[in-house]
């Protein structure tokens, strides 16, 4: 296995890349990726040696053009096949030859098209070869350190207003990794963590799957240190038992989110039509997933809340949750979707109620604010209020995490809370999630503010109560299987929380 | 009942309106409230006269004050009460001998923290005098277009950077009315439909409710020609019969879409030590709102969604929901959420699929698109493409409503594609919405697009099916009632789609 780790690296950080197929004419796949990788090098980025093949130029953008693979001087560690489908295996058979350790087939109109016995000619060639292939019919690696960049979906985009706008982003460094079956999928994936300010590690579609699949790719990412936790898009597991052994060694010491759609019967023949995925009970995946201890998000959204919380927060020793909110209804609100989720959000401990009545009284907190769960500190909130009742939550050994729903409309608080929050929190090894409401101006800064803090905010008080699910979840699964501690103590090293 | 209709006017666009509390300290909601009236009087868009009421100042910002309402010269038809809940039944009984038409008292200290009797002297008052009441312990009224503004938060707040930026905005004119219980979820909501550009008609918040509750209001608005969508925020019912009559013959007429929390058991309790609302189960509630042809949202984002959906698009005359997409994944996620939602996602008519395949052989669709349900026109899709397909859809008479996935990461897919969407739509009476994933440029650009042609965009398959839901439930409502023929007229004489 340790090998097959070392060889898997020369799909995110080779030291010599041909791509063949390179192109001189910008609308092209071919053109857009080398071109990346041209760009990167000139960088500094990216630090092998890049070759384009294509038998027609003599060079391309600055660099040399090669024949065939079989020309290009020296050793060979990756080659991407952007050609024609009916001219990989020729590219594959030179690839056997100059002895590469992998291949990317961006190509498509392989199995997906049935087209099964081209797909199994190229696996054959593969294997005895040993070169690992990614794809065909993917979009390969995008990797934010090492400077490798497959995406052929150029960044920007003229409007025909004359506006140039990002269109398919890459995203900032950061430690999640996006592992996706579907390419399209993946980089709506990347366009949303971008604008959420998110950094990604690594990001890998893996399409057909005719050799590298989701379980080899975990496997990879379970050693890559840059890596924290994984989002996993499929659509189908084939090797299910591979990737339940694989999937539950991993979560032991990173958190995956899994989105796997086709749940309804008519989802799982839509999906069956869309990739020829044998859709298999929706219940069997939910038991795979639920023994491999994955987390599995019942939609795009919780997706995403969940990668967030679980990358910028400690997952929850346990299920009770303390609820702190200046708004009542938005309280009550959070408070269903904890329960609807299993969640407890129950009475506080008569000690923590008597410290709350000790400050009402000493006119620290309002006369009126409710202290059962939610804490209601009424629209007369002050930040100081805030910083004392989180202050009171994170030290009641009672509660495993705590739900902020701080809306900035009330008139006497001001914005500082967040930093006053924030600097609670970075004293405890607890969760916390923040929500505010609203798409202007202030909500935007709160939540940015909340969210540079290291404190996930979100847009409704269900999607942060999910997003704490997320975290108790996974805090759960991991103190089931005794690494919790040592999860913690690595999280903590790493972050600065 | 009219007469109650004609003498409710009176808080949406008094002739006359005192604000009593009035001040000139900046930080006081009583110089807020006034200042919304003054500058709104001076722009020309309050039409009425105002009085500042408060015995200690001879005049506030120009305009002279009075001791007390008894001492403000001609007619009074409104009075906003601003001052400490002690003396809110003095200014009352002055209000009763001025023989004004209603009364807001802003005021909180209430019923709400117990003052039941307090509560009990004003109603007793009011009820004598015949005045209306909205209120106590509420944020009053906002109309979009009369310049009645008693919302206490300032527009703006100053951050310790030194940038003014929005805080509690007041969303532009437009036909959604917001009727909320609470206060603090009622400006968030403005402030999340301002950003998304929805516009408001009206927006009341009517707290304790001591008078004027959320039936009255329904009724009102029923007549109101400026609000075509309803959306309602409530935490408890009390007058259950009434509601269910009042709502039953609005929602004839116009949608009214409900966020009531407090679903779960640890919801409700939290509700009760919230408001003192009577829990009552909240099967009760489904019952009710589902007698009176509401729609019920499950969440915050479902209840903006659906009140988007509604305000843009038709009701959908039955079940079948046609599929659209260039993104296989994202195509399956939204046939999940719709058969969740009880929505058909079945195989087209033989009709429509031999058009699907001639426009195949012909080369104008991609050869490997499939066209079962969802269509799935793959990364190869032009924007000619998903116009051609679209119109199949309109034309597909078993086909009720459709759900347009158009990820724009796609090479070929040029901004124009919406555009020649909307013109298709354009000319049917049936319901589209649309979606784009991602949070950067030209994602927010797309979805900016199809709302500004009427085609309600959302951030997630998911979503954009929870809201085709709400226009299904809605016109299948309509349907039953045999009101959907003369609400469709309606709806087109009024949108220009």
């Given at each position: 296995m340790e090998q097959s780790v070392k060889q898997m690296h020369a799909f995110f950080n080779p030291r010599s890349v041909a791509v063949v197929g390179a192109s001189r004419r910008i609308n092209k796949a071919g053109h857009v990726i080398f071109k990346n990788f041209a760009d990167n090098k000139r960088r500094g980025v990216f630090e092998g040696e890049i070759y384009p093949v294509n038998p027609h130029e003599d060079s391309i953008l600055g660099f040399d053009s090669y024949p065939s693979i079989i020309k290009v001087p020296g050793e060979l560690e990756l080659v991407v096949i952007v050609v024609p489908a009916k001219h990989v295996i020729d590219v594959m058979k030179d690839a056997a030859a100059k002895r590469v350790e992998a291949a990317v087939i961006i190509s498509a109109g392989f199995s997906e098209i049935g087209n099964y016995e081209l797909e199994n000619q190229i696996k054959t060639v593969a294997k005895k070869a040993g070169i690992r292939v990614l794809g065909p019919n993917c979009l390969g690696v995008y990797d934010s350190?090492?400077?490798?960049?497959?995406?052929?979906?150029?960044?920007?985009r003229v409007l025909t207003t004359g506006d140039e706008v990002i269109a398919t982003p890459r995203?900032?460094?950061?430690?999640?990794?996006?592992?996706?079956?579907?390419?399209?999928?993946?980089?709506a994936a990347l366009d949303y963590l971008t604008g959420s300010q998110l950094g990604v590690s690594k990001f890998v579609s893996f399409g057909n799957k005719s050799d590298v699949d989701e379980a080899e790719m975990l496997h990879y990412l379970f050693y890559d240190e840059k890596t924290e936790v994984i989002l996993l898009y499929v659509e189908d597991?084939?090797?299910g038992r591979k990737f339940i052994e694989v999937a539950g060694r991993v979560t032991k010491k990173k958190p995956i989110v899994v989105l796997k759609c086709g749940r309804t019967k008519a989802g799982a023949r839509a999906a069956a039509s869309h990739t020829g995925a044998l859709a298999g009970s929706d219940r069997i995946y939910d038991a795979a997933f639920a023994q491999a201890g994955i987390l599995r998000a019942k939609d795009m959204e919780e997706f995403f809340d969940m990668g967030k919380a679980l990358v910028m927060q400690p997952p929850a020793a346990g299920k009770n949750v303390g609820i702190l909110t200046d708004a009542g209804g938005p309280g009550v609100m959070a408070v269903d979707e904890c329960e609807i989720k299993g969640l407890n959000v129950k009475r506080f401990s008569e000690e923590t109620i008597q410290r709350f009545e000790r400050l009402k009284k000493e006119g620290k907190l309002p006369k009126f604010a409710t202290n059962l769960n939610p804490v209601d500190l009424t629209g007369s909130v002050t930040s100081e209020m805030f910083e004392l009742a989180t202050k009171l939550l994170f030290e009641d050994h009672e509660i495993h995490g705590i739900i902020l729903?701080?809306?900035?409309?009330t008139p006497a608080l001001q914005e500082d809370y967040i930093d006053r929050v924030a600097k609670i929190a970075s004293k405890h090894d607890k969760p916390i999630v923040a929500c505010d409401i609203g798409e202007t101006e202030m909500a935007l800064h709160t939540r940015g503010r909340f969210d540079k803090l290291g404190i996930p905010a979100y847009f409704s008080p269900e999607d942060a109560a999910r997003a704490m699910n997320g975290l108790v979840r996974y805090g759960l699964y991991l103190k089931k299987n005794k690494c919790l501690k040592g999860y913690l103590e690595g999280f903590f090293k790493k972050s600065k929380k």
């Open positions: 350190r090492t400077g490798v960049d497959m995406l052929f979906l150029p960044e920007t995203p900032m460094r950061g430690s999640i990794a996006i592992v996706t079956q579907s390419g399209a999928f993946g980089v597991i084939r090797s729903l701080g809306l900035h409309h």
